[in-house]
């Protein structure tokens, strides 16, 4: 049973437009979410995560914002460079239970 | 900066092989896992541990063990590998807490023939 769900296999945007990585999940007790862009061969490295309390949480290009009541998570990337091309995850976790990874959205950023 | 190292970014082994796979950590955290990530099926949880000597399955524990004799340090062992093992593992550690994030190593990618 995916709690996690990223939807959207991969996705395609041109430099300087906004990415939008979407992220669902099914279990309404997640109170922390988290994202994370993977390049190949290399780990996952930390992006942006937010709390249950929070709808929105910006770090420069990166916005997360996060719908509870449609238990939906995204990720905005604005403007889209060619270094932001890799996977991305989001996870999510219930108090300081283990985290839930989704399946993963691969970006590419074409110039 | 934390530290994950992985001892190994590329092994080829062969059926039934005995195979040991170990993560450091230099941050002192008490919590160390270890994930397979495969195309399309994401990062899954293998092990885990909450301390020393202590490990607790993860999602898909089967063919898999662990062992964490020190707090920096914590192995994954194929005890007979197969075919179907062949994936990308990660080791992450974390300290643990409410807000934490969680710190990759770099990954081993095996191959089993």
């Known amino acids: 049973d995916q709690q996690v769900k990223q939807n959207s296999p991969s996705l395609s945007v041109q430099e300087g437009r906004i990415s939008i990585l979407n992220c669902d999940y099914t279990?309404?007790?997640?109170?922390?979410f988290l994202w994370y862009k993977k390049y190949p061969a290399e780990g996952p490295t930390f992006l942006i995560s937010?709390?249950?309390?929070?709808d929105k949480n910006e770090d420069g290009r990166f916005t997360v914002f996060l719908n509870k009541s449609a238990k939906h998570l995204s990720l905005h990337i604005v403007p889209s460079q060619p270094g932001d091309s890799a996977v991305y995850f989001c996870?999510?976790?219930?108090?300081?239970?283990?985290?839930?990874f989704g399946t993963g959205t691969r970006l590419q950023v074409f110039p | 900066d934390v530290k994950v190292t992985q001892s190994s970014r590329y092994l080829v082994k062969r059926t039934g092989e005995k195979v040991f796979l170990e993560c450091v950590q230099d941050?002192?955290?008490?919590?160390m896992f270890w994930y397979r990530q495969d195309p399309g099926l994401g990062l899954r949880l293998i092990y885990f541990?909450?301390?020393?000597?202590?490990?607790e399955k993860g999602d898909i524990p089967e063919g898999y063990s662990v062992s964490r004799e020190k707090k920096e340090r914590f192995s994954l062992i194929l005890e007979s590998a197969s075919t179907n093992q062949t994936s990308m593992y990660l080791c992450?550690?974390?300290?643990?807490?409410?807000?934490?994030?969680?710190?990759f190593g770099p990954g081993t990618r095996l191959l089993v023939l």
């Open positions: 992450a550690s974390t300290t643990g807490g409410v807000q934490e994030t969680q710190y």
């Open positions: 279990n309404s007790m997640f109170d922390y």
């Open positions: 937010i709390s249950s309390i929070k």
């Open positions: 996870a999510a976790r219930r108090s300081t239970d283990k985290l839930i």
């Open positions: 941050m002192d955290h008490e919590n």
């Open positions: 541990s909450y301390d020393v000597k202590m490990k």
